[in-house]
Every structure is written in C-alpha cells, then in structure tokens.
T-cell receptor
Framework: DAGVIQSPRHEVTEMGQEVTLRCKPISGHDYLFWYRQTMMRGLELLIYFNNNVPIDDSGMPEDRFSAKMPNASFSTLKIQPSEPRDSAVYFC????????????FGQGTRLTVV | GENVEQHPSTLSVQEGDSAVIKCTYSDSASNYFPWYKQELGKGPQLIIDIRSNVGEKKDQRIAVTLNKTAKHFSLHITETQPEDSAVYFCAASIAGGSYIPTFGRGTSLIVHP
C-alpha cells in the first residue's frame, strides 16, 4: 500500500476563497483523522471518522470548517471562506483499530491563506 | 478528557550524547503510549510504543519507559546521530476503548555533528 495520500501538498489561496483538502486512507483502515499542526498549538485533532461516519467533530474550530467521508477510500476537509489564521499544515491519518492502535499519517497539506 | 504534557519543547545535544524526552498524562485509563518522529516536510511516523502492562521497551538505540503510578513516560535515545534530528511527539490513548490518541506538543531535537 502507498500509505495515506493527501493532496495537494501545498496550497496558497486568497482570503475568502474556498479550500478543499483531500485524503485517501490506507485500504482496510476503519478510522480516519484530520489534524491541524501549528507552532502555537501543536497537533490538534479536528475530526475523526469511524467506518465513514463522523464520530467527534468537537475540534473543528468554526462552522467555516467541514469534513466528509463519502466512502471508505476518500475524505475531504473544506474551509469556506478561508482566513489567514487557517494557515497551517493539515494532516490526515488512518488506522485499523482491531489490530493495532498506530495511526499512519499522510505527508500533510501546507495551507497558506494570504 | 486526556491531557498530555511534553518536555522539553527543544533539545539540543552533541552527536553521541543521549537525549531524553518526558511526557505526563492525566487519564489513568490510558494504556497505550506511542512515540512519533516527524522529519521536516513529512508526517509523523511511529517509532516505538509501549503498553501499560510493561515498564520498559527497547529497540536498538531507542527505549521507552512507563511509570503508571506517576503517569509519566519517557523516550530515551542513546548515541544520537544527526539523522535523529526531528520533532518527536508522545501520545496517550486507550487501546480497545475510546482509542483516540492525545498528542503532546512535540520536542524539537537537534543533534549537532
């Protein structure tokens, strides 16, 4: 397996624009996590899914953020409208609860909102 | 919920020295403690983990210790090498339970040649 795949790797957008980040988890994994990483706050869990169902979105900072997982192999994190303070690295991770509790991270998307 | 504190935030050592990173957790139900290494431009990767039924685990130059009573666990790297330079994260979770890992803030380890 190629691991968790995120796209794009880098995104630069203007304030007010919609941004969509994409994630393909490892095949067979039943948990998917979205994290945001900043210098100030470290790794923050935004939302996680189990078997494609959102379980806890209490980490989503505002209504401007939304996440979907239409099937087991794809998830999106959308920010609309984007703001400069949303600039961060966004990671997607997946895991298989039944076997191990290790989370496998993607390479991340570096988002810059100008 | 779980709270994980990690220290120090930055650690600078000379090549060949040892490095120790410490974490504390708050939820006594946590029983799985992974450590992740994040290299520049990459996502965190698991390097070692420990479960609450053991007190220590080693893998070559890396070791982790766990003190359940005090609710703290540590990462020890011996004979550090420049390629050990990275950000290290500790985490705590409940394997088989709520499961979701809570991460520490990270330690930036710099190994000087």
């Amino acid at each position: 397996d190629a691991g968790v795949i995120q796209s794009p790797r880098h995104e630069v957008t203007e304030m007010g624009q919609e941004v969509t980040l994409r994630c393909k988890p490892i095949s067979g994994h039943d948990y998917l996590f979205w994290y945001r990483q900043t210098m100030m706050r470290g790794l923050e869990l935004l939302i996680y899914f189990n078997n494609n169902v959102p379980i806890d979105d209490s980490g989503m900072p505002e209504d401007r953020f939304s996440a979907k997982m239409p099937n087991a192999s794809f998830s999106t994190l959308k920010i609309q409208p984007s703001e400069p303070r949303d600039s961060a690295v966004y990671f997607c991770a997946s895991s298989y609860r039944a076997s191990r509790t290790e989370a496998f991270f993607g390479q991340g998307t570096r988002l810059t909102v100008v | 919920g779980e709270n994980v504190e990690q220290h120090p935030s930055t650690l600078s050592v000379q090549e060949g020295d040892s490095a120790v990173i410490k974490c504390t957790y708050s939820d006594s139900a946590s029983n799985y403690f992974p450590w992740y290494k994040q290299e520049l431009g990459k996502g965190p990767q698991l390097i070692i983990d420990i479960r609450s039924n053991v007190g220590e685990k080693k893998d070559q130059r890396i070791a982790v210790t766990l003190n359940k009573t005090a609710k703290h666990f540590s990462l020890h790297i011996t004979e550090t090498q420049p390629e050990d330079s990275a950000v290290y994260f500790c985490a705590a979770s409940i394997a088989g339970g709520s499961y979701i890992p809570t991460f520490g803030r990270g330690t930036s380890l710099i190994v000087h040649p």
